[in-house]
């Protein structure tokens, strides 16, 4: 079992850029598939974005061309590099992790990632 902490949520105005980062406690990092997920208030945690552990990418329609995942592995940190942020941006990101060999297609169900932080409030207004 892996923790994760995630960092970098505030408020920040329509149109602003922020970046997430979520910290690790494994020393098997790179072996791990990472995801984004959010969740609104009153709505279902939906997931955001996924890099599998050889760097191939996956994001949500709503937030492709505005959102980009990395990883950093000899620091042991997955990114969220949100830009032209809106309102219905605004959420608890968590970020969650899998051990796996596979590398693609990664699941988007929240019950296939087995490791979750506890979140980091994303809060945009107008």
């Known amino acids: 079992q892996v923790q994760l902490v995630e960092s970098g949520g505030r408020l920040v105005q329509a149109g602003d850029s922020l970046r997430l980062s979520c910290t690790a406690s494994?020393?098997?990092?790179?072996?791990?598939?990472l995801a984004w997920f959010r969740q609104a208030p009153g709505k279902e945690r939906e997931f955001v974005a996924s890099?599998?552990?050889?760097?191939?990418?996956d994001y949500a329609d709503s937030v492709k061309g505005r959102f980009t995942i990395s990883r950093d592995n000899a620091n042991k940190v997955v990114y969220l590099q949100m830009s032209n942020l809106n309102s219905e941006d605004t959420a608890v990101y968590s970020c969650?992790?899998?051990?796996?060999?596979?590398?693609?297609?990664?699941?988007?169900?929240?019950?296939?990632?087995?490791?979750w932080g506890q979140g980091t409030q994303v809060t945009v207004f107008s």
């Open positions: 494994t020393t098997i990092f790179s072996r791990y598939a």
């Open positions: 890099i599998s552990r050889n760097g191939n990418l």
């Open positions: 969650a992790a899998r051990h796996t060999i596979l590398t693609a297609p990664l699941s988007r169900g929240d019950d296939y990632w087995g490791d």
